[in-house]
T-cell receptor
Framework: QVQLVESGGGVVQPGRSLRLSCAAS????????IHWVRQAPGKGLEWVAG????????NYADAVRGRFTISRDNSKNTLYLQMNSLRAEDTAVYYC???WGAGYGGNPFDYWGQGTLVTVSS | QSVLTQPPSVSGAPGQRVTISCSGS?????????VHWYQQLPGTAPKLLIY???SRPSGVPDRFSGSKSGTSASLAITELQADDEADYYC???????????FGGGTKLTVL
């Protein structure tokens, strides 16, 4: 069955960096786009970034563009999110979510991981 | 302020029908992009509930249905049950932002 397992969360000071990982299994990783979606404590869902199946196309929310970088290693079935210049408002549970298709606009996210908590605090 | 607008909360008694609205604009729902709905039970990850405006993934009961018209969409839940109590989110794609967008979420309370 499809599994997405996030890791790398933790407590980090403002201005520092953190890298999240998402290990995927149970499907042909190279066929699907993957996204990061976050949820601040007590708040709603916010799409953060997405990457196409072959890694050639990346998209970012305005709130993170220029600070976060999404990437994937198709040989390891793993998705990454490099987060630099972290701010208090980046505090959230970060979910990875599988795209229904190759990762170009409009598809639903049909499987989600359980999330990893990132806390940005001094 | 979310790009897609949902009511913060709705409620209904067991057995009743409720609807949750999702209002967008000409750059997302009105542009023809599909609307998807997710259910998030307390303390869990979101789950795809409705995709492509009105289709249900395998395993989702037919008590859940979706519709779209113009720049808005709706999720209807019939025969309300206690375990339907959750947060519900609509999602679409916005061509002006080149981004996937979510509604702010609606908390369903079963009275």
């Amino acid at each position: 069955q499809v599994q997405l397992v996030e890791s790398g969360g933790g407590v980090v000071q403002p201005g520092r960096s953190l890298r999240l990982s998402c290990a995927a299994s149970g499907f042909t990783f190279t066929n699907y786009g993957i996204h990061w979606v976050r949820q601040a404590p007590g708040k709603g869902l916010e799409w953060v970034a997405g990457i196409s199946n072959d890694g050639t196309n990346q998209n970012y929310a305005d709130a993170v563009r220029g600070r976060f970088t999404i990437s994937r290693d198709n040989s390891k079935n793993t998705l990454y999110l490099q987060m630099n210049s972290l701010r208090a408002e980046d505090t959230a549970v970060y979910y990875c979510a599988k795209d229904w298709g190759a990762g170009y606009g409009g598809n639903p996210f049909d499987y989600w991981g359980q999330g990893t908590l990132v806390t940005v605090s001094s | 302020q979310s790009v897609l607008t949902q009511p913060p909360s709705v409620s209904g008694a067991p057995g009743q029908r409720v609807t949750i609205s999702c209002s967008g604009s000409s750059s997302n729902i009105g542009a023809g992009y599909d609307v998807h709905w997710y259910q998030q039970l307390p303390g869990t990850a979101p789950k795809l509930l409705i995709y492509g405006d009105s289709s249900r993934p395998s395993g989702v009961p037919d008590r859940f249905s979706g519709s779209k018209s113009g720049t808005s969409a709706s999720l209807a839940i019939t025969e309300l049950q206690a375990d339907d109590e959750a947060d519900y989110y609509c999602q679409s794609y916005d061509s002006s932002l080149s981004a996937w967008v979510f509604g702010g979420g609606t908390k369903l309370t079963v009275l």
